[in-house]
């Protein structure tokens, strides 16, 4: 993973995996674990399965925004009539509904196979 934060400056790896490689690096390896490697005990080098978990990150982090139960994360705000949107991503990667939606997300995921 640190190779693929050389590769890309933050502007750019936001806009291609959204904030996993700046904020969830450990959530990333756990969807990794999650998607491909139930019943492994040690993990070697998987840099490509990160990658592809990587490749779906913006459709996760998409998902978990719209999800009520993270509301605590990811905030309506309406300001004189004008909607925007409040994102703690940061909080969001450090908080309690982190691995749920992780393992609903690529446990599942038919397109991680």
Avoid: P
């Avoid at 996993?20 to 040690?42: C, D, E, F």
């Avoid at 840099?47 to 998902?63: G, P, Q």
């Amino acid at each position: 993973m640190i190779n693929l934060e050389k590769e890309h400056d933050k502007e750019q790896s936001e806009k291609n995996f959204g904030f996993g490689l700046r904020y969830g690096k450990y959530a990333v390896v756990s969807a990794v674990i999650y998607s491909r490697y139930k019943n492994i005990k040690s993990l070697e080098d998987h840099e490509n399965d990160v990658s592809e978990v990587l490749a779906s990150w913006i459709d996760f982090e998409s998902k978990v925004v719209k999800n009520s139960r993270n509301n605590a994360y990811f905030q309506v705000i309406n300001d004189s009539g004008i909607e925007s949107r409040y994102y703690n991503f940061d909080g969001y990667y450090k908080g309690r509904t982190l691995n749920s939606d992780l393992k609903d997300f690529f446990s599942q995921s038919s397109s991680m196979e």
